[in-house]
């Protein structure tokens, strides 16, 4: 059994991973943290993770960025294992997570769900192939009209992902509009839209000549990533110190 701490259990992902917890007989949460007490929940839930004084296995942290030096600290002290999920953290704070892992295991990456990574995983493979054979590749994602980074987090992995195997000879283009050329063979083209409600979009396009191949994934939900952090948390637990990502859940 997997014991966690639920860092910021009553926001929208905390919740989510607790329902998705109440169904799994190899985890449980053993407390929670949060500043906001308008959610009863099954366990205890304290005001800052600093006064919390129950024993677990890992935390699994959905929070704020204000947040993060009192976690890192209490997890290196504590020596419990974390999967960070919080974005939008600044460079001393990503700094900071990199001198915590030489104390403990940290899982860090830029998209929980597994689909994502095993998508990162294909690409990997298949781009040397595709791109040897003369294919373009663009990349295009759909967020919610309120997501305010473009492009995302997720589209730069997966183009990350595809040079990584060729040692980043290829040249990311966010923006044609002022370039009046033939496009060069050796880029990759990121497109982004935003509206309504969707959760997130992201296709990978292989374009060759008189055929089209286009990887795809939608998440229709916020729980895809809970379930990804749930799976690492239970990945997590005894870890060695260092940083891990969802590539080595996915390989364990």
Same mark, same amino acid.
């Given at each position: 059994?997997?014991? %966690?701490?639920?860092?910021? $259990?009553?926001?929208?992902?905390?919740?989510?991973?607790?329902?998705?917890? #109440?169904?799994?007989?190899?985890?449980?949460?053993?407390?929670?943290?949060?500043?906001?007490?308008?959610?009863?929940?099954?366990?205890?839930?304290?005001?800052?993770?600093?006064?919390?004084?129950?024993?677990?296995?890992? +935390?699994?942290?959905?929070?704020?960025? +204000? $947040?993060?030096?009192?976690?890192?600290?209490? $997890?290196?002290?504590?020596?419990?294992?974390?999967?960070? $999920?919080?974005?939008?953290?600044?460079?001393? =704070?990503?700094?900071? %997570?990199? #001198?915590?892992?030489?104390?403990?295991?940290?899982?860090?990456?830029?998209?929980?769900?597994?689909?994502?990574?095993?998508?990162?995983?294909?690409?990997?493979?298949?781009?040397?192939?595709?791109?040897?054979?003369?294919?373009?590749?663009?990349? %295009?994602?759909?967020?919610?009209?309120?997501?305010?980074?473009?492009?995302?987090?997720?589209?730069?992995?997966?183009?990350?992902?595809?040079?990584?195997?060729?040692?980043?000879?290829? #040249?990311? %283009?966010?923006?044609?509009?002022?370039?009046?050329?033939?496009?060069?063979? =050796?880029?990759? *083209?990121? @497109?982004?839209?935003?509206?309504?409600?969707?959760? *997130?979009?992201?296709?990978?396009?292989?374009?060759?000549?008189?055929?089209?191949?286009?990887?795809?994934?939608?998440?229709? @939900?916020?729980?895809?990533?809970?379930?990804?952090?749930? =799976?690492?948390?239970?990945?997590?637990?005894?870890?060695?110190?260092?940083?891990?990502?969802?590539?080595?859940?996915?390989?364990?």
């Amino acid at each position: 059994m997997t014991k %966690v701490i639920m860092h910021g $259990c009553n926001g929208k992902m905390g919740q989510t991973i607790t329902r998705l917890i #109440e169904t799994d007989e190899a985890i449980e949460i053993a407390a929670g943290v949060d500043v906001y007490d308008g959610i009863s929940n099954t366990y205890p839930v304290f005001k800052n993770i600093a006064e919390c004084d129950v024993e677990a296995d890992v +935390v699994i942290d959905f929070s704020s960025p +204000v $947040c993060m030096d009192a976690l890192l600290d209490y $997890c290196a002290d504590k020596k419990v294992p974390v999967v960070l $999920c919080t974005t939008g953290l600044t460079k001393a =704070q990503l700094d900071k %997570v990199q #001198e915590t892992s030489k104390k403990v295991a940290v899982l860090k990456s830029a998209n929980m769900s597994m689909g994502i990574n095993l998508l990162q995983k294909v690409l990997k493979d298949i781009s040397p192939i595709l791109a040897e054979a003369g294919f373009d590749i663009e990349i %295009v994602e759909k967020h919610h009209n309120l997501k305010k980074d473009s492009p995302s987090g997720t589209a730069l992995a997966l183009g990350d992902s595809i040079n990584e195997a060729f040692e980043e000879k290829f #040249e990311y %283009v966010y923006d044609r509009s002022d370039r009046s050329i033939v496009r060069p063979k =050796q880029e990759i *083209g990121f @497109s982004a839209v935003r509206g309504g409600t969707i959760v *997130g979009d992201h296709d990978v396009i292989f374009a060759g000549e008189d055929e089209v191949i286009t990887l795809s994934h939608r998440a229709y @939900s916020k729980a895809v990533f809970g379930k990804g952090a749930v =799976q690492a948390a239970k990945f997590l637990k005894g870890k060695a110190a260092g940083m891990y990502d969802m590539s080595d859940v996915i390989n364990a």
